[in-house]
């Protein structure tokens, strides 16, 4: 009988442990990924935009960042709800770029230091830009 006990006891330690482990790290990731959800497709659009005003094409540059404007503003009833504060955040830090590109005459160093904060806001969007 006690050999029974033993290996019911032997066999059930492990898979309590590992589900428990599962549950808190699942728990957590899910954590994780609170805030505003994935925006990868955002961050795509604003590297595509640093990587033209790297190469000085300003023109180009205001064009993919009005694409970003449409899909940031298309998001907007989905992601705002999410976190008003860091959603906030991304839109201020978005208004900076779009005033930066849309200028009558873009500064360069202007437009790159705009879409950096930009990035920086879509990569941590809980600090204020």
């Not at 505003?36 to 935009?49: C, E, R």
């Not at 978005?94 to 904060?117: C, E, F, G, T």
């Amino acid at each position: 009988m006690k050999q029974i006990f033993l290996a019911i006891a032997l066999i059930a330690l492990p898979v309590v442990l590992f589900s428990g482990f599962e549950m808190y790290s699942a728990t957590h990731a899910a954590a994780a990924q609170t805030g505003l959800g994935d925006m990868t497709a955002f961050k795509t659009i604003v590297g595509d935009a640093q990587a033209l005003a790297d190469k000085g094409d300003l023109a180009a540059t205001a064009k993919r960042m009005t694409d970003w404007e449409s899909a940031w503003d298309q998001a907007e009833t989905a992601i705002r709800p999410l976190n008003q504060t860091q959603w906030g955040n991304i839109d201020e830090a978005s208004d900076a770029a779009l005033h930066a590109v849309r200028a009558a005459s873009p500064a360069p160093d202007a437009v790159k230091a705009a879409l950096a904060a930009l990035m920086a806001e879509l990569n941590d969007p809980s600090k204020a830009p």
